[in-house]
């Protein structure tokens, strides 16, 4: 078969990724074994560029990565979880999405949002806006000040608030591994591996590229160091490398 086409999120990192959600296509096309390419978008070219290969807008009638372009097919599709569906229903071996759960997973990853990265999305954002190209940083900041409401990027993490957040992210987690302690095996779906764990990974993936040293090492032996575990057990599952808690993947 052709290779299927992602587009990804660009930066300054030696890899360039770290975007979550290019991340969890990225993953689903390793745990089906599916080839693709790679064509690097910067951030501020994500509208001009989908909005030229009549790409769809996403949530918010925005235009948003990933999106693939499968030339086996000649299927577009935006949006992480239509696609990892969309590879589902048509590259059927190693489901994904378990049958009827397609709205229980998106539900899971709502709650996950919201238990995890809400109070402390804007300490995400100030670290994220450190590797963009610097093309892209002006572009970053008006759509994430807009994002958020904010008229001032000093608001976003003062230095007041950085600790708070922090330990608004560590606090989510330990919600989330309750969840998995309950699950009765090593993932969410107890011994079924599935998207649901995709969605929690894909974070980690992203806290990999933009956390410094100290919080990453911080991350990696939180919950007796289930987080840098899952993203290893996922990188296996997936026959993926996107990064580990034990690797420098954020020096550029």
């Known amino acids: 078969m052709q290779p299927i086409i992602l587009y990804d999120i660009s930066s300054k990192l030696p890899q360039k990724k770290w975007a979550p959600n290019p991340s969890k296509t990225r993953f689903c096309f390793g745990h089906k074994g599916l080839p693709y390419e790679v064509i690097w978008v910067e951030l501020r070219d994500i509208a001009s560029t989908m909005t030229g290969i009549g790409a769809s807008p996403t949530a918010g009638e925005r235009y948003t990565l990933p999106v693939i372009k499968?030339?086996?097919?000649?299927?577009?599709?935006s949006d992480s979880h239509a696609i990892a569906k969309y590879l589902d229903e048509t590259y059927p071996d190693k489901p994904l999405?378990?049958?009827?759960?397609?709205?229980?997973?998106?539900?899971?990853?709502?709650?996950?949002?919201?238990?995890?990265?809400?109070?402390?999305?804007?300490?995400?954002?100030?670290?994220?806006?450190?590797?963009?190209?610097?093309?892209?940083?002006?572009?970053?900041?008006?759509?994430?000040?807009?994002?958020?409401g904010e008229t001032r990027w000093e608001d976003m993490a003062p230095e007041g608030k950085v600790q708070q957040?922090?330990?608004?992210?560590?606090?989510?987690?330990?919600?989330?591994d309750g969840w998995y302690q309950k699950s009765g095996g090593r993932w969410i779906m107890g011994d079924a591996f599935s998207?649901?764990?995709?969605?929690?990974?894909?974070?980690?993936?992203?806290?990999?590229?933009?956390?410094?040293?100290?919080?990453?090492?911080?991350?990696?032996?939180?919950?007796?160091?289930?987080?840098?575990?899952?993203?290893?057990?996922?990188?296996?599952e997936c026959n993926t490398d996107l990064g580990s808690f034990e690797e420098h993947s954020h020096s550029l």
């Open 195 to 236: 998207f649901a764990d995709v969605v929690v990974v894909c974070w980690m993936v992203w806290w990999n590229a933009v956390f410094n040293e100290q919080e990453r090492q911080e991350i990696q032996v939180l919950h007796g160091g289930r987080w840098a575990r899952l993203l290893a057990d996922v990188n296996a």
């Open 70 to 77: 499968d030339p086996n097919t000649g299927a577009l599709v």
């Open 97 to 148: 999405i378990p049958h009827g759960t397609h709205i229980l997973i998106e539900t899971f990853e709502t709650l996950l949002i919201n238990t995890v990265m809400t109070a402390s999305a804007k300490l995400l954002m100030v670290r994220t806006l450190e590797i963009q190209n610097d093309i892209s940083r002006g572009a970053f900041i008006e759509s994430r000040l807009k994002m958020f």
């Open 165 to 176: 957040m922090w330990t608004a992210i560590k606090s989510g987690l330990g919600v989330v």
